[in-house]
C-alpha cells in the first residue's frame, strides 16, 4: 500500500481538509504551525515577501 495517496484511498478526506483546515490553523495559531512545520514557515515567508516587494 506504500506509494498510494491518501486521497485515492480516502476521496472524501480532501473535503474534510478543505472544510476543517482554516478552522484548525485558527485554533492552532500560525506561530504553532511555522515552529513546529519548517516547510511551511519557508512557504509563508516567501508569500510575506511578497507583498513587501
Known sequence: MQGIRKQKLLPQQRKVNKQLGPQLAERIGLEVIRSRC????????????????
Open 38 to 53: 519548517p516547510h511551511f514557515n519557508t512557504w509563508l515567508s516567501r508569500l510575506e515577501s511578497l507583498n513587501h516587494s
